[in-house]
């Protein structure tokens, strides 16, 4: 069985920085596209930021500039480094796993974490 495990939240003071890490465990061959969504306070899901297996990256405005996302393919990982956090920020971050392949299989499907709690407050 597949799993997302996220590390690396917790509480920061605005201006501050933060790197979140999601590694895919279990038999994965091989994941199309892994990314980051977050979802504030009273908000939906948004997407923060994805990179494909040939390392093409797309980001939402408001992280731009910002955030970085970056992944290893070999290692099935994905890190989001934070940087000038604001208190809009705060946020649970979901690292995703889109068209995951599981070895041995021909079937891809769609991955979540459980999240990570972010916090940006003075």
């Known amino acids: 069985q597949v799993y997302l495990v996220e590390s690396g939240g917790g509480l920061v003071q605005p201006g501050g920085s933060l790197r979140l890490s999601c590694a895919a465990s279990?038999?994965?061959?091989?994941?199309?596209?892994m990314g980051w969504y977050r979802q504030g306070p009273g908000k939906q899901r948004e997407l923060v930021a994805t990179?494909?297996?040939?390392?093409?990256?797309n980001y939402a405005d408001s992280v731009r500039g910002r955030f970085t996302i970056s992944r290893d393919i070999f290692k099935n990982t994905v890190e989001l480094q934070m940087n000038s956090l604001k208190p809009d920020d705060t946020a649970v971050y979901y690292c995703?796993?889109?068209?995951?392949?599981?070895?041995?299989?021909?079937?891809?499907?769609?991955?979540w974490g459980r999240g990570t709690q972010v916090t940006v407050s003075p």
């Open positions: 995703s796993a889109n068209g995951l392949q599981i070895r041995g299989s021909g079937l891809a499907d769609d991955y």
């Open positions: 279990g038999p994965v061959y091989r994941i199309e596209l």
């Open positions: 990179a494909t297996e040939g390392g093409i990256t």
